[in-house]
Nanobody, 127 residues
């Protein structure tokens, strides 16, 4: 029902910035809580940030607090992840994901609550 396409990844130097975009298909984008995950080689996929349906509530992992910001433009069916002061440990494939329509935002930390996933975009931060 929901197709997600990420873009904006790339190679940056430590301290640089990137803005990742996630474009969603369909007219019901506002029904879905959204999240950004990342997965580095040899590591489990982890939640980075999440945002509620109307954008009124957000979550930031401790590892990115103060450096990243999630936002959504519902009229454009797009969610963004602005990343600043990037570190080599931020290197990973970043995935956009949408919760099941019935999921409550309070379940944002449960990866099993995310029903739709994008293909991922690579972020590489050089030291």
């Amino acid at each position: 029902q929901v197709l997600l396409v990420e873009s904006g990844g790339g190679l940056v130097q430590a301290g640089g910035s990137l803005r990742l975009s996630c474009a969603a298909s369909g007219p019901t984008f506002t029904h879905y809580n959204m999240g950004w995950f990342r997965q580095a080689p040899g590591k489990e996929r982890e939640l980075v940030v999440a945002i509620s349906k109307a954008g009124l509530r957000t979550y930031y992992a401790d590892s990115v607090k103060g450096r990243c910001a999630i936002s959504r433009a519902n009229a454009e069916n797009t969610v963004y992840l602005q990343m600043n002061s990037l570190k080599p440990e931020d290197t990973a494939v970043y995935y956009c994901a949408a919760q099941s329509r019935a999921s409550a935002f309070t379940q944002f930390s449960q990866i099993t609550e995310y029903a739709y996933w994008g293909q991922g975009t690579q972020v590489t931060v050089s030291s």
